[in-house]
Nanobody, 125 residues
Framework: QVQLVESGGGLVQAGASLRLSCSASGRTFSTYTMGWFRQAPGKEREFVADISWSVGKTYYADAVKGRFTISRDNAKNTLYLQMNSLRPEDTAFYYC??????????????????WGQGTQVTVSS
């Protein structure tokens, strides 16, 4: 079992930055591919980014490429999502997730085994 807890969400203006964190406990964090997903009201959950467990290779959705950066600190059992140049369309509940599949490019939610409870990000125009 892996327990995941997100933090760092909030209300910001367009163009601002936020950094989300996901703290993991339980089984060995470093052996999981980790991902971020988001879900806006009335929309399906969508992939944002993921990072492999071994050499830290990353993969991003086109909508966030160049603005968001995913990273991990295996010594601290923590996953991060640095979000820059935020837009109103980035408003959503953001979730971190863990997958035993070999990443990156694990971009489908059903491929993930563990999920956090989410954190709200709201970007005003």
């Amino acid at each position: 079992q892996v327990q995941l807890v997100e933090s760092g969400g909030g209300l910001v203006q367009a163009g601002a930055s936020l950094r989300l964190s996901c703290s993991a406990s339980g089984r060995t964090f470093s052996t999981y591919t980790m991902g971020w997903f988001r879900q806006a009201p009335g929309k399906e959950r969508e992939f944002v980014a993921d990072i492999s467990w071994s050499v830290g290779k990353t993969y991003y959705a086109d909508a966030v490429k160049g603005r968001f950066t995913i990273s991990r600190d295996n010594a601290k059992n923590t996953l991060y999502l640095q979000m820059n140049s935020l837009r109103p369309e980035d408003t959503a509940f953001y979730y971190c997730a863990a997958s035993i599949r070999y990443g990156p490019s694990v971009d489908l939610s059903y491929l993930y085994d563990y999920w956090g409870q989410g954190t709200q990000v709201t970007v005003s125009s």
